[in-house]
């Protein structure tokens, strides 16, 4: 992957901008390798049950977005943790 948004397209994790209005949203992308998201959801999920520092996360991203749901909160969870799987990959590359 040439890079780690190449890599959230691929897993499912990059959100997609959706304008219904003058302001934009974002949404789940259903497009990408379905088992991957299906992954990646379980280890968000798994974290938030059982890690710190994925619940600060998610707390931290929803103090700084007020409007946010918790669904747009995992979404971010989870394009977190491709990025950071991303870059595991690429240190285990070289």
């Known amino acids: 992957f040439r890079s780690p948004a190449a ?6 994790t990059a959100p997609i901008p959706v304008w219904s ?14 088992q991957l998201n299906t992954c990646i959801h379980r280890v968000a999920i798994t974290q938030l049950a059982h890690h710190p520092p994925a619940r600060h996360y998610r707390d931290t991203w929803t103090n700084n977005h007020p409007h946010a749901t918790t669904k747009a909160a995992l979404r971010a969870l989870k394009r977190h943790l ?5 870059q595991a990959l690429k240190t285990d590359l070289t």
């Open 82 to 86: 491709a990025n950071t799987i991303y």
């Open 21 to 34: 209005s003058n302001k934009p949203h974002y949404r789940l992308n259903r497009g990408g390798n379905r």
């Open 7 to 12: 890599y959230a397209m691929h897993t499912g």
